[in-house]
């Protein structure tokens, strides 16, 4: 009977895995010295790095006003920002320069589904300046000039048909103590009463409606205002030090492998002189 050759002899994949499990266990010194290299730079990096605290708050813009038209006018104040121009942030913002120092960046965004909020973005040193400069930016934005004219035609016409309402009214409720007057002396009305009662309630109705209007006309305005954080959101600890570990890990491998091909060159060199 002939002997069962045994085939089962590992694959050049093993072989390959486990020389690359000793070389790495041979250097495992070089690597865990890189990891801390890199593991000491993060550490450094977010000691030293200026934290960053960011909020938000959505601001309704007026019916005359694009979104489009409004994130102009934020891109327009970040990139002074980005200039450092506190000059003209200054007279933009009526706000002092040591103020305007703590401010990193402001940016817009549209809100999905909505066409008359847009979102603005504060990335800040200082946290405490948030609402002053939230505040600031929207009467920034209210001091265009198309605001200002559009609002003073729409209060004056909204003034105007206020007093003719009410004009309307007193006519109204002189005509009606005329007749109750006629009617108290027994004169034949060959008008109904009650018709001027339903005429005044109607108009009082739309004179409601208008005087509320005129009271909450505005441009731009704060719906849902700003936070003011009480941690930073950069730099963020916890990614900095996973990707410094993996990256410094990986490297790590790469260098004990490089080191081990260059052992082997050697080998090979000294062989093919010897």
Known sequence: MKRKENTSLPSEEEIDLYELFVEIRKRIKLIIAVVFLFLLTAVIYIYKAQPVYESSSLVKIPPFVSTAEAQKSIDRLNNLFKNK??????????????????VISISARNIRGSKDTVEIVFEVKNPQVIKILEK?????LNSNKLVIEFLRAKEEKLKTEIEDIERRIRSLEEIKKFISKALKNEKHIYFNPAEID???????????????????LRGFEV?????????PSKP???????????????????L??????????????????G
């Open 136 to 140: 600031s930016i929207v009467n920034y």
């Open 256 to 273: 004990a492998l490089f080191m081990k091909w260059l052992e082997e060159a050697r080998k090979r060199r000294d062989i093919q002189s």
């Open 236 to 254: 963020k600890k916890a990614i900095i030090l996973t990707v410094a570990g993996l990256s410094g890990f990986f490297l790590g491998v790469f």
């Open 223 to 231: 719906s849902v205002e700003a936070d003011v954080p009480e941690n």
């Open 85 to 102: 121009d506190y000059v003209k942030l200054e007279n933009l913002l009526n706000l002092k320069e040591e103020t305007l120092k703590e």
């Open 198 to 216: 339903r005429i005044i309630q109607s108009l009082s109705s739309k004179l409601f409606s208008l005087k509320m209007e005129l009271k909450t």
